[in-house]
C-alpha cells in the first residue's frame, strides 16, 4: 500500500531553523514534493526530490533518503510568513499512471 | 495568465441536490485532477483525466462523475449531495503525468468550499 507520514503540529520562533519530517511507503516512487498551504488557500509547489540528496532554493531545503523512505523540509530564517501547512506528497505508479499521494501535512506556527 | 481557476468559490448544498464544479486552466496541460481535501486528512483523489475526452478514477470516486469535453475544462458534478460530501473540492493541472527525474508539477486551482446539510 501507499502511506504517507508527517507531524500535525509544530511550533518555531522567527528567525530560528524548523526541520519537517516525512516518512513514506509507496510502490514505483517517482519523485517527492513539498507543498505549502496557506489557510483558506491553494497548496503551492515549494521543492522536489526525486535523487538522493539535499536540494536548496533559498531559505527552503528539501531532503531525500529513498532507501530509507525519509524527507525532511527544513526552513531557515524563519518569517511569520512561513505560517502555514507544510504537504508532502509522494510520486508513485498505481493502475498504469503516476500519481501523487499527499500525506495529511503539517501545520507550523511561527512566533515572534 | 490565469493558471487554474474554478467555480464557484462556495456552495451550500441541501442533501439531496445536484451541482457541477467547473475547473478551467489555461497552461495547455494534458492531466487534469480533481481532490477533496478534509481536515486532519491528506488531499484525496476524485478523479483524474489524461487527455480530452478520458477519465479515470482516483481512490475515492464513490459519488462524484466528471467530464472532460475540452482540453482545458475539467467538471466534477454531484448527482445526489450527502452530508459526506462536505468538503473543499481542490482542482489541478499539471503538463503530464511524470516520467523519472520530470518535475511535471501539479498547480492547483483556488478551491470550492462545499457544505451539504
Known amino acids: 500500500g501507499q502511506n504517507i507520514d508527517q507531524p500535525t503540529e509544530m511550533t518555531a520562533t522567527e528567525g530560528a531553523i524548523v526541520q519537517i519530517n516525512c516518512t513514506y511507503q509507496t510502490s514505483g516512487f517517482n519523485g517527492l514534493f513539498w507543498y505549502q498551504q496557506h489557510a483558506g488557500e491553494a497548496p503551492t509547489f515549494l521543492s522536489y526530490?526525486?535523487?538522493?540528496g539535499l536540494e536548496e532554493k533559498g531559505r527552503f531545503s528539501s531532503f531525500l533518503s529513498r532507501s530509507k523512505g525519509y524527507s525532511y523540509l527544513l526552513l531557515k530564517e524563519l518569517q511569520m510568513k512561513d505560517s502555514a501547512s507544510y504537504l508532502c506528497a509522494v510520486r508513485g505508479r498505481s493502475g498504469g499512471y503516476n500519481k501523487l499521494i499527499f500525506g495529511a501535512g503539517t501545520r507550523l506556527a511561527v512566533h515572534p | 495568465n490565469a493558471g487554474v481557476t474554478q467555480t464557484p468559490k462556495f456552495r451550500v448544498l441541501k442533501t439531496g441536490q445536484s451541482m457541477t464544479l467547473l475547473c478551467a486552466q489555461d497552461?495547455?496541460?494534458?492531466?487534469m485532477y480533481w481532490y477533496r481535501q478534509d481536515p486532519g486528512m491528506g488531499l484525496r483523489l476524485i478523479h483524474y483525466s489524461v487527455g480530452e475526452g478520458t477519465t479515470a478514477k482516483g481512490e475515492v470516486p464513490d459519488g462524484y462523475n466528471v467530464s472532460r469535453l475540452k482540453k482545458q475544462n475539467f467538471l466534477l458534478g454531484l448527482e445526489s449531495a450527502a452530508p459526506s460530501q462536505t468538503s473543499v473540492y481542490f482542482c489541478?493541472?499539471?503538463?503530464?503525468?511524470?516520467?523519472?527525474?520530470?518535475?511535471?508539477?501539479?498547480?492547483f486551482g483556488p478551491g470550492t468550499r462545499l457544505t451539504v446539510l
Open positions: 489541478a493541472s499539471s503538463r503530464s503525468a511524470g516520467t523519472s527525474g520530470i518535475t511535471d508539477t501539479q498547480y
Open positions: 497552461m495547455n496541460h494534458e492531466y
Open positions: 526530490n526525486v535523487l538522493d
